[in-house]
């Protein structure tokens, strides 16, 4: 079974402080995907960044990072000098399987980050 | 490149009323799914499509909800009877579920569901 864990609730910082979002992940399949989304107040749910799980390397994207760690099953995303712009609840997400199943992703509960000015 | 494109945005209604959402997926994408978000629940996969065939139900609440997907550029999720513990935002999604494999799902906008 797949199973996707984001222990932190809510996180609060200040403007320009940077901040790392959770995710612990649980698969037996070798070849997966990591994905994180971002759910602004508006509501709609966009898609942020993904990883492959034979990729090695870390990855900088503007503000955002993500650190990969199969031994320990996580993958983390880091927002740098954070923005109020960067409050939204942010989504973990993982996706395994064949054929027509593949697609499917399987959510964490999310993380509610604020960023105070 | 049009998105994801759902109907109503807000729909409010009474309870016992038929309810009928609407998907338009992104075209060439071949998955189509519903969930339904709630503060309690959080994100929750109702159904998916691959190939206009629904693959995996289990995650409808119980027989009140039905989804079809008749062609691949349209799918709908039915309410009947509705009622109010149904009140939650109903998102779709779509996806190219084939090569390459790491392709993520792109989310409409929603559409949030009050059942008075």
């Known amino acids: 079974a797949q199973k996707v864990t984001q222990a932190q609730t809510e996180i609060s910082v200040v403007e320009k402080e940077d901040v790392t979002l959770d995710c612990v992940y649980e698969?037996?399949?070798?070849?997966?995907?990591l994905f994180w989304y971002k759910q602004p107040p508006s509501g709609e749910l966009v898609f942020l960044i993904r990883?492959?799980?034979?990729?090695?390397q870390n990855e900088i994207s503007g503000r955002y990072s993500w650190n990969f760690q199969k031994s320990t099953s996580s993958f983390n995303f880091t927002i740098t000098a954070s923005q109020v712009v960067d409050s939204a609840v942010y989504f973990c997400?993982?996706?395994?399987?064949?054929?027509?199943?593949?697609?499917?992703?399987?959510f964490g509960r999310g993380t509610q980050l604020t960023v105070w000015p | 490149d049009a998105g994801v494109i759902q109907s109503p945005r807000h729909e409010v209604t009474e309870m016992g009323q038929e309810v009928t959402l609407r998907c338009k997926p992104i075209s060439g994408h071949n998955s189509l799914f519903w969930y339904r978000q709630t503060m309690m629940r959080g994100l929750e996969l109702l159904i998916y499509?691959?190939?206009?065939?629904?693959?995996?139900d289990s995650g409808m609440p119980e027989d009140r909800f039905s989804a079809k997907m008749p062609n691949a550029s349209f799918s709908t999720l039915k309410i009947q009877p509705s009622e109010p513990r149904d009140s939650a935002v109903y998102f779709c999604?779509?996806?190219?579920?084939?090569?390459?494999?790491?392709?993520?799902?792109?989310f409409g906008d929603g559409t949030r569901l009050s059942i008075l």
């Open positions: 698969t037996r399949d070798t070849t997966y995907y």
């Open positions: 997400a993982l996706k395994v399987g064949r054929g027509s199943t593949l697609g499917r992703l399987y």
């Open positions: 990883r492959n799980s034979f990729d090695e």
């Open positions: 499509f691959n190939n206009n065939v629904p693959i995996d």
């Open positions: 999604a779509s996806t190219f579920a084939g090569l390459p494999s790491n392709q993520p799902q792109h």
